[in-house]
């Protein structure tokens, strides 16, 4: 029995600091993905709207996206000069 408890252990003292290696990964491709989601309906707004550049409130407004957005990691979204980015 305290041979498995040893071997159970060894597992999760290698396999905990990976997840969370990886977590950090995802949540940063997640952010990625996202903005460039954003830039995409910001193209979209500009070629209903005649060139307008669009903040974020007349994204939501319009329907392009969905009001509160933020990435995976918390961060807030800002459309800045036409540009996502992150704060």
Not at 48 to 53: E, I, P, R
Not at 56 to 66: A, P, Q
Not at 72 to 85: A, C, E, L, R, T
């Amino acid at each position: 029995m305290l041979v498995v408890m040893l071997v159970i252990s060894i597992l999760l003292l290698i396999t905990i600091p990976n997840v969370t290696k990886h977590n950090q990964s995802i949540q940063k491709k997640g952010c990625e993905g996202l903005k460039s989601m954003i830039q995409a309906q910001i193209t979209a707004y500009e070629i209903d709207h005649d060139g307008k550049t669009p903040s974020l409130g007349d994204l939501e407004s319009e329907g392009y996206i969905k009001k509160n957005l933020a990435c995976p990691n918390g961060k807030p979204i800002v459309i800045s000069n036409g540009s996502v980015q992150t704060r």
